[in-house]
């Protein structure tokens, strides 16, 4: 099995800056993509940052040039810088790793984190 752990969240100002961090363990040969979601009360999950296991990223109009998303392969974590935070923001924020797992030929799973509060307010 394999679980994601996430750390970072929390309450900040409008124009603030936080950075989430999302660390994989487990049975894991390799992950492929990694990326954040969030999702609001009442709104549908949305990606907001992606990044390949060679580093390409991707990110929606709405957090593009305020986020920005890095990981670090040894250690199996991902990261999400954000800045210019907007009351909009305010979200749980999950990560997801496309995962390769040990076993009988190599299983290839999604695992979603537990979600940490990311909020935006004065």
């Known amino acids: 099995q394999v679980q994601l752990v996430e750390s970072g969240g929390g309450l900040v100002q409008p124009g603030g800056s936080l950075r989430l961090s999302c660390a994989a363990s487990?049975?894991?040969?390799?992950?492929?993509?990694m990326g954040w979601y969030r999702q609001a009360p009442g709104k549908q999950r949305e990606l907001v940052a992606s990044?390949?296991?060679?580093?390409?990223?991707n990110y929606p109009d709405s957090v593009k040039g305020r986020f920005t998303i890095s990981r670090d392969n040894a250690k199996n974590t991902v990261y999400l810088q954000m800045i210019s935070l907007k009351p909009e923001d305010t979200a749980v924020y999950y990560c997801?790793?496309?995962?390769?797992?040990w076993g009988l030929g190599y299983p290839r799973r999604g695992y979603w984190g537990q979600g940490t509060q990311v909020t935006v307010s004065s």
């Open positions: 997801n790793a496309d995962v390769v797992m």
């Open positions: 487990g049975s894991i040969v390799s992950i492929n993509a």
């Open positions: 990044i390949t296991n060679g580093g390409s990223t």
